[in-house]
């Protein structure tokens, strides 16, 4: 089965460096939650988050949200599994029954249990799953496509074959050279010599890849 996979996605509880600081703290305590349970966020952690390492790409949550809704609400969503591969490496199943929520408040209380409870069931079935594998091990065997500014330009052709589609899920920088590295042979493409948004691209892949599949 295709596979769309979010690389690098923006989510993470925040880091021990700067749980001390009264932003986080601050934050956690109107939420009644423990600091080493919230999740990162830039709007709310913005001053905390001058510290942190590779801070342009970290604390955007809502990203992943935004593009998990699109391939969530799609009709050829039995035609693909979702994953999500975090900043920190972490990688996420999300069933594709899977009803997100579509407000963001509540998307950061679910997430926030997922890291806590590594699984999210509906009764027996398992909607999202912390997964103890790597990414290399989800792009093997499969025709990797990486969405990419500097790719060759994207042809609707690609889209046919045993897929591991992805996309970045960051708002700022370039992939890490570990990431490209677990990804082995793939093909980047681009759909413009602009940088687009997660959401943008996500909408405009599904869009193609609903209209290639479709025929
Ligand atoms: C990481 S972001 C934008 C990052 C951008 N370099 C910046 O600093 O603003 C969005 C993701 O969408 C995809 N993307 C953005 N522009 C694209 C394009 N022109 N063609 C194909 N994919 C693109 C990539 O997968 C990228 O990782």
């Known amino acids: 089965m295709d596979r769309f996979i979010f690389l690098e996605s923006s989510i993470e509880i925040v880091p021990a460096e700067i749980r001390n600081h009264p932003a986080v703290i601050s934050d956690a305590r109107r939420r009644k939650k ?118 060759e330009k994207f042809s609707p052709e690609i889209l046919k074959g045993d897929l591991a589609i992805c996309i970045g899920a960051f708002a700022h920088g370039d992939f890490f050279k570990s990431t490209l590295k677990e990804l082995g042979n793939f093909k980047a493409v681009s759909i413009g010599k602009e940088s687009f948004s997660s959401l943008y691209v996500t909408s405009k892949i599904l869009a193609e890849y609903e209209r290639v599949r479709a025929t």
């Open 34 to 151: 423990k600091v080493s349970e919230i999740l990162l966020d830039d709007s709310k952690h913005h001053s905390a988050m001058e510290r942190l390492k590779f801070r342009e790409k970290r604390g955007r949550p809502d990203i992943v949200h935004q593009c998990l809704l699109l391939l969530l609400d799609s009709p050829m969503r039995n035609n693909y599994e979702i994953y999500v591969h975090t900043l920190g490496g972490m990688i996420i199943r999300v069933a594709n029954e899977t009803r997100l929520p579509r407000n963001y408040n509540r998307f950061v209380g679910l997430m926030e249990n997922l890291f806590k409870e590594r699984i999210i069931k509906d009764g027996e079935k398992i909607l999202l799953e912390i997964l103890d594998s790597k990414l290399s091990e989800l792009v093997k065997g499969k025709d990797v496509i990486l969405l990419s500014e500097k790719g």
